[in-house]
């Protein structure tokens, strides 16, 4: 059974900064897209920004410049660097992956979701 545990959430002040870490396990043939998504009270889940199996990022516009997307294919882990947090970015970070499986599937995953709070 495949897992993603998000950790790394919390609350800081505008302007702080913050490191997501999300962690795959299970029974893992290869990981492909990997991504970050946020949900915040009342609004519809968005994507922050999603890695290739290569490395090539993606952002959404709110947040190019400011979070940066990685990831260690060894460790089967993608990471979210947030640097000037703003309290718009006040949301459940959810770990997103597309998976395949020692079954030879490839199914897309989502972690349990970490809080991010940012006070003004």
């Known amino acids: 059974q495949v897992r993603l545990v998000e950790s790394g959430g919390g609350l800081v002040q505008a302007g702080g900064s913050l490191r997501l870490s999300c962690a795959a396990s299970g029974s893992i043939v290869s990981i492909n897209t990997m991504a970050w998504y946020r949900q915040a009270p009342g609004k519809e889940r968005d994507l922050v920004a999603r890695?290739?199996?290569?490395?090539?990022?993606n952002y959404a516009d709110s947040v190019k410049g400011r979070f940066t997307i990685s990831r260690d294919n060894a460790k089967k882990t993608v990471y979210l660097q947030m640097n000037s947090l703003k309290p718009d970015d006040t949301a459940v970070y959810y770990c997103n992956a597309d998976i395949r499986t020692g079954w030879g599937l490839l199914t897309n995953y989502w972690g349990q979701g970490t809080q991010v709070t940012v006070s003004s």
């Open positions: 890695i290739s199996s290569l490395g090539s990022p």
